[in-house]
């Protein structure tokens, strides 16, 4: 079942080395010459050598040195243990099972593990078996072997999470697996719809053969979808996900102690919401809990902070703060996210920036640039340093911006245009739907086709720049771009409701909050995360994490994604149809598999090892004979 290959044989011909000791060794026996004396008398007495242990010294000697040349030979072919991975050019089958959240229904994932053992056990004989396990990512647990008891272990072992499901991920991983075999997968799953919302990019390559093994999901489920605190009074949503009305107790959990409980009654398809009163205090976190014997189990909780975070602070530049734009909808749009807390937002003219110092404004994590026409010269280098080292900036082009100063605000040339351009109508066009910022647009509620822009500056293509979103006329409409140790996003209008109606869009809101939040990363305490978002070191699971010590320690909750929640299910036509092909040639070839197997293992470091310790031997050997 195991065998041993070389990823580089050719070095094997060194081998032959070894013929060199042997020969000298048989070229070079002393014989001693038998002299016929009448008479022993006549010998006089001398010392005899022991020539039994002379020789078997010689024996010793030869061996150590044959065995140092082998093993230098081995050594360098670079030797591995295939069996364990299996042949590289072997046929494998890769068996995907799903273990997210939508398998966590009572005896569903029981069902999963046996449909991925018979999907083992019934591989054709000559293929090897691959077991990929993924949720929000893929895990290869085990890669292509002959040993099938060790994927039929590692089934067994496997237990449904409470992740999200991303198939294309899966997907991508299989292929990776593959290579360039002959291959076939297997795709254990419960067929969830919101597998494929997720943006990824993965396929299966062409030729490779798939079949989907579909996992009945339960006919309804109850989540708590969301949980939100005012005053003494906790707010929480419980969703229905079945065809029937469902009743379920909801609990209010204050650190481990039940404070109240209520019943919510739900249509279905429909949400109730539920208000949960009781004596909590500003500090610690709290979950509220239904019951739901039949459905998914990781959502029959939401966990909720108490105490609120340190807003992040952001500082919005304007020509005048008396007028009628003055900022006022950036400073609205980010007063409302995270419902109040998470953003602290000055507004401040030029006038006041300008006598701000240097450590003022490092104070601010983000700054928004809405007008520069009351901005000096000391206000246009204080923005310049800032920038420069290591700030983060949005600017608006709109009429408030002078273009002729922005090369010393900025610190770089943009190729801005000063003449703006008259566009009635133009909408927004997202080139990366991937970037954080567009994160809220995936969905067609948040689309970004109802944004209108009017009037902007167009911008002269430039090198390191990145386009995130164009006008509808093929214009950027908002890029990117590193200045300094800083990080600079354009947005080519205004926003502030005079040559946009983007203020004035529902999408807006999302809009200010998401940038805001990609520009002040690392600077926010955030409080509240969503799987698969988890610090380092934490479990990939709902509940309370704390990070740090001391003062500096601060506690975390983590949900679910309610995106889980849904049992939604395509068709097995359907899921099957949706699966990209790669072509083959983008795939990893067979001796990269190989050489990953052998880095693993290194048995060549330990030839080398053993090389030095009967050279060694030989050496002291060899000083004893002399």
Same mark, same amino acid.
């Given at each position: 079942?195991?065998?041993?290959?070389?990823?580089?044989?050719?070095?094997?011909?060194?081998?032959?080395?070894?013929?060199?000791?042997?020969?000298?060794?048989?070229?070079?026996?002393?014989?001693?010459?038998? *002299?016929?004396?009448?008479?022993? @008398? %006549?010998?006089?007495?001398?010392?005899?050598?022991?020539? !039994?242990?002379?020789?078997?010294?010689?024996?010793?000697?030869?061996?150590?040195?044959?065995?140092?040349? *082998?093993?230098?030979?081995?050594?360098?072919?670079?030797?591995? =243990?295939?069996?364990?991975?299996?042949?590289?050019?072997?046929?494998?089958?890769?068996?995907?099972?799903?273990?997210? &959240?939508?398998?966590?229904?009572?005896?569903?994932?029981?069902?999963?593990?046996?449909?991925?053992?018979?999907?083992?056990?019934?591989?054709?004989?000559?293929?090897?078996?691959?077991?990929?396990?993924?949720?929000?990512?893929? #895990?290869?647990?085990?890669?292509?072997?002959?040993?099938?008891?060790?994927?039929?272990?590692?089934?067994?072992?496997?237990?449904?999470?409470?992740?999200?499901?991303?198939? !294309?991920?899966?997907?991508?991983?299989?292929?990776?697996? *593959?290579?360039? $075999?002959?291959?076939?997968?297997?795709?254990?799953?419960?067929?969830?719809?919101?597998?494929?919302?997720?943006?990824?990019? +993965?396929?299966?390559?062409?030729?490779?053969?798939?079949?989907?093994?579909?996992?009945?999901?339960? $006919?309804?489920?109850?989540?708590?979808?969301?949980?939100?605190?005012?005053?003494? =009074?906790?707010?929480?949503? =419980?969703?229905?996900? +079945?065809?029937?009305?469902?009743?379920?107790?909801?609990?209010?959990?204050?650190?481990?102690?039940? =404070?109240?409980?209520?019943?919510?009654? &739900?249509?279905?398809?429909?949400?109730?919401?539920?208000?949960?009163? +009781?004596?909590?205090?500003?500090?610690?976190?709290?979950?509220?809990?239904?019951?739901?014997?039949?459905?998914?189990?990781?959502?029959?909780? @939401?966990?909720?902070?108490?105490?609120?975070?340190?807003?992040?602070?952001?500082?919005?530049?304007?020509?005048?703060?008396?007028?009628?734009?003055?900022? *006022?909808?950036?400073?609205?749009?980010?007063?409302?996210?995270?419902?109040?807390?998470?953003?602290?937002?000055?507004?401040?003219?030029?006038?006041?920036?300008?006598?701000?110092?240097?450590?003022? &404004?490092?104070?601010?994590?983000?700054?928004?640039? /809405?007008?520069? @026409?009351?901005?000096?010269?000391?206000?246009?280098?204080?923005?310049?340093?800032?920038?420069?080292?290591?700030?983060?900036?949005?600017? #608006?082009? +709109?009429?408030?911006?002078?273009?002729?100063?922005?090369?010393?605000?900025?610190?770089?040339?943009?190729?801005?245009?000063?003449?703006?351009?008259?566009?009635?109508?133009? #909408? %927004?066009?997202?080139?990366?739907?991937?970037?954080?910022?567009?994160?809220?647009?995936?969905?067609?509620?948040?689309?970004?086709?109802?944004?209108?822009?009017?009037?902007?500056?167009?911008?002269?293509?430039?090198?390191?720049?990145?386009?995130?979103?164009?006008?509808?006329?093929?214009?950027?409409?908002?890029?990117?771009?590193?200045?300094?140790?800083?990080?600079? /996003?354009?947005?080519?209008?205004?926003?502030?409701?005079?040559?946009?109606?983007?203020?004035?869009?529902?999408?807006?809101?999302?809009?200010?909050?998401?940038?805001?939040?990609?520009?002040?990363?690392?600077?926010?305490?955030?409080?509240?995360?969503?799987?698969?978002?988890?610090?380092?070191?934490?479990?990939?699971?709902?509940?309370?994490?704390?990070?740090?010590?001391?003062?500096?320690?601060?506690?975390?909750?983590?949900?679910?994604?309610?995106?889980?929640?849904?049992?939604?299910?395509?068709?097995?036509?359907?899921?099957?149809?949706?699966?990209?092909?790669?072509? $083959?040639?983008?795939?990893?070839?067979?001796?990269?598999?190989?050489?990953?197997?052998?880095? $693993?293992?290194?048995?060549?470091?330990?030839?080398?090892?053993?090389?030095?310790?009967?050279?060694?031997?030989?050496?002291?050997?060899?000083?004893?004979?002399?």
């Amino acid at each position: 079942m195991f065998g041993v290959s070389f990823l580089a044989p050719l070095f094997l011909i060194g081998a032959l080395a070894a013929a060199v000791p042997i020969l000298l060794h048989l070229f070079h026996r002393k014989t001693d010459v038998v *002299i016929d004396f009448p008479s022993v @008398r %006549l010998l006089t007495r001398a010392p005899v050598q022991q020539h !039994r242990r002379r020789q078997l010294r010689e024996l010793i000697l030869l061996a150590l040195r044959v065995a140092a040349l *082998i093993l230098l030979a081995v050594s360098f072919a670079r030797p591995y =243990v295939a069996g364990a991975a299996a042949p590289v050019s072997a046929p494998v089958t890769v068996v995907l099972l799903d273990t997210s &959240m939508s398998l966590s229904a009572p005896g569903q994932f029981a069902s999963a593990q046996k449909a991925a053992s018979q999907a083992v056990q019934s591989a054709p004989a000559s293929d090897a078996v691959a077991l990929i396990t993924f949720a929000d990512s893929a #895990t290869v647990t085990v890669p292509p072997t002959s040993d099938r008891g060790a994927v039929l272990a590692a089934i067994a072992a496997a237990a449904a999470g409470a992740g999200g499901t991303r198939y !294309r991920t899966a997907l991508a991983s299989a292929s990776e697996v *593959i290579g360039a $075999r002959e291959a076939r997968v297997v795709i254990v799953t419960d067929l969830q719809q919101a597998g494929w919302e997720a943006n990824d990019d +993965g396929g299966i390559p062409d030729g490779v053969d798939v079949r989907v093994v579909a996992v009945a999901g339960p $006919r309804g489920n109850l989540a708590v979808t969301s949980a939100s605190r005012r005053d003494q =009074v906790v707010i929480a949503t =419980v969703q229905n996900y +079945g065809a029937d009305e469902a009743r379920a107790a909801v609990q209010l959990m204050v650190e481990g102690k039940e =404070v109240t409980q209520t019943t919510a009654v &739900m249509a279905p398809f429909a949400a109730a919401e539920v208000e949960l009163r +009781g004596g909590f205090g500003e500090a610690g976190t709290a979950r509220v809990v239904i019951e739901d014997a039949t459905g998914y189990q990781p959502d029959n909780a @939401r966990f909720l902070p108490l105490d609120p975070p340190p807003a992040v602070p952001i500082a919005a530049l304007v020509a005048d703060p008396s007028g009628a734009t003055g900022g *006022i909808y950036i400073e609205r749009a980010l007063s409302v996210a995270d419902e109040g807390p998470e953003f602290a937002v000055t507004v401040a003219d030029g006038r006041v920036l300008s006598e701000w110092t240097t450590a003022e &404004m490092s104070r601010y994590a983000a700054l928004v640039i /809405l007008g520069t @026409r009351t901005l000096d010269r000391g206000g246009r280098a204080l923005v310049k340093a800032y920038l420069a080292g290591g700030g983060q900036v949005l600017l #608006t082009l +709109g009429p408030d911006v002078d273009p002729g100063t922005l090369g010393d605000v900025i610190g770089a040339d943009l190729g801005v245009v000063p003449a703006p351009v008259r566009a009635p109508g133009a #909408t %927004l066009v997202a080139s990366d739907s991937r970037h954080p910022i567009f994160r809220p647009f995936l969905i067609p509620s948040g689309a970004l086709g109802d944004v209108q822009v009017d009037q902007y500056r167009r911008l002269k293509d430039q090198e390191g720049r990145t386009v995130l979103a164009r006008l509808t006329g093929g214009d950027a409409a908002l890029t990117e771009q590193v200045v300094g140790q800083g990080r600079l /996003l354009v947005f080519v209008s205004d926003l502030d409701n005079q040559w946009s109606r983007f203020p004035l869009q529902p999408s807006f809101v999302p809009f200010a909050v998401e940038t805001a939040r990609y520009l002040t990363h690392g600077r926010q305490l955030r409080q509240q995360l969503t799987l698969p978002e988890v610090p380092a070191g934490a479990a990939m699971a709902p509940g309370v994490v704390t990070t740090g010590e001391g003062a500096a320690a601060r506690r975390m909750v983590v949900n679910v994604d309610v995106r889980e929640s849904s049992p939604a299910a395509t068709t097995v036509e359907e899921f099957t149809n949706d699966i990209s092909r790669t072509n $083959r040639s983008d795939q990893r070839a067979p001796v990269n598999v190989a050489r990953e197997v052998e880095e $693993r293992q290194r048995w060549w470091q330990v030839g080398l090892l053993v090389m030095l310790v009967a050279l060694a031997g030989e050496a002291l050997v060899g000083r004893r004979a002399a």
